[in-house]
Each structure stands twice: as C-alpha cells, then as structure tokens.
C-alpha cells in the first residue's frame, strides 16, 4: 500500500484523491497554503495551479528530498489562451526537477480532465495516465496507484517528453475552452 | 465536390486518397518526384516525410499560390527518437507556410495514423483529424472533405497550434515505437 500526499484541494486534487484511495492506497490532502502540515507521503503530488508551484516548491522544498514529486501543471498563459508560460524549449516539469534536485520529478494527470479521472472513462475508453519521468522505478510506483484505481496508465518515456504532455495538455484544454470538446471528454488513448 | 491533390503515395498518401474518395470527392494522386505533372487540385495535401518537403517546395512552389496546402507531417529526429528537427518554438507548417506566402497552409492529419484513416476508427471512437491554421474558410473546405469521408473533423485554433499538433505526433509515434499503443490505435478525441 502506498501513501500519496496530495497538495491542493482543487478539482484535480479531490479527482487524484478519489482515484488513490478507489485503489486502497491512502491520502494526505493538504491545501496549497497549510505549510505547518509536515508531507508524509513517498508519492508527493502537486496539485496546484502552475503559478502557486514556486511558494510551495519554497515552503516544502526541502521535505521533499527522496521522494517521488509529481507535477500535474499546465502552464497555460491564461490571459491569451495562446501559449504556455515556459520556455518552449523547457517545461514545467524540467523547471520543478530543477528546483527538486534530490526528488524524483514525474509528470503525471496533466493529460486527463478531473472528470476523466472521477469517471474512469473518456468517452467509450478507460482513462489512461500518461507518465513521463527519467526514474523508471517511480514511475511503475505511480502508474501501480494508477491502475490499482481502475484507470490505465503509460510510462510516455523521459522527462524531456513532459514537454509533448504539456502541449497535449495545453491543445485539450484550448479545445475544451472553444467547445469544440467537452471538459468530460478530451483524448483518450486506444492502445 | 472537392478536386484534392495528394503529393506522395505512400501509406499515409493512400489513406487520405481513400477518405478523399469516400466522401465523393476526386483525387489527383501525385508521386514525390513526379514534377512534371501540374497540380489540379484546389486543395494540394503534402503526403511526403518532412525531409522531401523543401524539394516539393522548390519543384513546386509557384503552382502552389492560391490554393489550399496541406501539411501533415511529423517532424522527428528520426536517429535518436527524441526530439524534433524544427525549432521548437516553431513548427514544420510554419515553415511551410513561411516559404508559401500565397498559398493557404493548413496543418492536420499528421495526428491520426494511416491506419486509423483507413479504418476510420480510432479503438471504440470515430477517428477525428484535427486541423490548425489561420484561413477559417481553407479550414471549413477540408473539414468538409474529412466529414463527408465518415470522419470527424475539428477545427483545432490558429497556425501557431501547429506546434502542438507537431508534439502529439511526435508523442504518439514514440509511443507507437515503443509498442505502448499499436500503429492501428493512438489518441483519439471523446467529444
């Protein structure tokens, strides 16, 4: 059984909650701003918007030494919908690893709605979890939480593909914002 | 009805010639070295690997002006399967539309693999072609020719969404390469 720390309590938090304990794991849900609350997870997920990522990376930094950090971010640039707020070269995830130097970064969840990851389906398709990171040991320990929770999950490869997820991650919601998908849908993965 | 020239006969050439004919509409089908035969179509699509593009271009630029261009290509270093050969805050449509000013570019089909045109299925889903550019009305014509093939199509933004167009690919091929979804699935759009 493993025990995941969730930081933020928004949609995704609660969604990425629901998903780990569905699989009999358990959760500490911490809010973005409850820096008193010492993290007790070995999976660490950071589930706050992309903005708020450098406070908690400031307040928890630290703590997070030796385990596995997740970033679930999409750094959109909210106020022109038209690009991210990272290097294109770059990413948000390559940006936290940085940070995180004794962490094992992942990126996770920045590819599936919160209601994808509640339902368990994306349209007629198992919601698939698409992970990129350079430790494969981590990422089987999250893609296990996954698939415990009844979703699918893919290892997509190194932390350099966290930028390709990012750009998926971006066109979705561009695409759920015009209403050209709903945001119950989105991509889903057919093996 | 459309009258629609494809420019490579490849897998990916053929199964947009197929949709093409599906729907009703006619096909010019072109070989990448086969210079001598003008373009009829009033939407040319560029079935060639990116590599042959700049050649096509050469051979064929000027016939190219004022017609509806279709790029559908992936980009990829194809020695290390790690990264794109286009800047990445840049796009092979971008390019192409760089070098075709009189033409109306178009990026889309280079997220659906050959297969899935052909089946026109995407797993359980219809396959959807996504389609960027920056002519609304150049969109509307190939979207109308994708439809009446029995696909979807979905207008996807702007050129600039070309790049992540470009990094879906590029993630579906990896994956693809890696055996983690098949050559005949892929990510297909729940609506």
Same mark, same amino acid.
């Given at each position: 059984?493993?025990?995941?720390?969730?930081?933020?309590?928004?949609?995704?938090?609660?969604?990425?909650?629901?998903?780990?304990?569905?699989?009999?794991?358990?959760?500490?849900?911490?809010?973005?701003?409850?820096?008193?609350?010492?993290?007790?997870?070995?999976?660490?997920?950071?589930?706050?918007?992309?903005?708020?990522?450098?406070?908690?990376?400031?307040?928890?930094?630290?703590?997070?030494?030796?385990?596995?950090?997740?970033?679930?971010?999409?750094?959109?640039?909210?106020?022109?919908?038209?690009?991210?707020?990272?290097?294109?070269?770059?990413?948000?995830?390559?940006?936290?690893?940085?940070?995180?130097?004794?962490?094992?970064?992942?990126?996770?969840?920045?590819?599936?709605?919160?209601?994808?990851?509640?339902?368990?389906?994306?349209?007629?398709?198992?919601?698939?979890?698409?992970? =990129? #990171?350079?430790?494969?040991? &981590?990422?089987?320990?999250? $893609? !296990?939480?996954?698939?415990?929770?009844? /979703? @699918? +999950?893919?290892? =997509? #490869?190194?932390?350099?593909? &966290?930028?390709?997820?990012? $750009? !998926?991650?971006?066109?979705?919601?561009? /695409? @759920? +914002?015009?209403?050209?998908?709903?945001?119950?849908?989105?991509?889903?993965?057919? $093996?």
């Amino acid at each position: 059984m493993a025990h995941i720390t969730i930081i933020g309590t928004g949609n995704m938090g609660q969604a990425i909650a629901g998903l780990v304990t569905r699989g009999g794991h358990t959760v500490q849900l911490l809010g973005e701003t409850d820096a008193a609350t010492q993290v007790s997870g070995d999976i660490v997920i950071l589930a706050v918007p992309f903005p708020a990522i450098s406070d908690v990376l400031s307040a928890r930094g630290a703590s997070l030494a030796g385990r596995i950090v997740v970033d679930i971010t999409n750094p959109l640039d909210f106020a022109t919908f038209d690009s991210l707020t990272v290097p294109a070269d770059s990413s948000a995830t390559a940006e936290i690893a940085s940070a995180l130097p004794e962490s094992r970064v992942l990126k996770a969840f920045n590819t599936t709605f919160a209601a994808t990851l509640a339902a368990g389906t994306v349209g007629p398709l198992t919601t698939t979890v698409l992970i =990129a #990171g350079d430790d494969a040991e &981590a990422k089987a320990a999250l $893609a !296990q939480v996954v698939t415990d929770g009844g /979703l @699918a +999950a893919i290892d =997509a #490869g190194g932390l350099r593909r &966290a930028r390709e997820l990012e $750009a !998926q991650g971006f066109l979705q919601i561009t /695409l @759920a +914002a015009a209403e050209k998908i709903s945001w119950t849908g989105g991509f889903g993965v057919a $093996a």
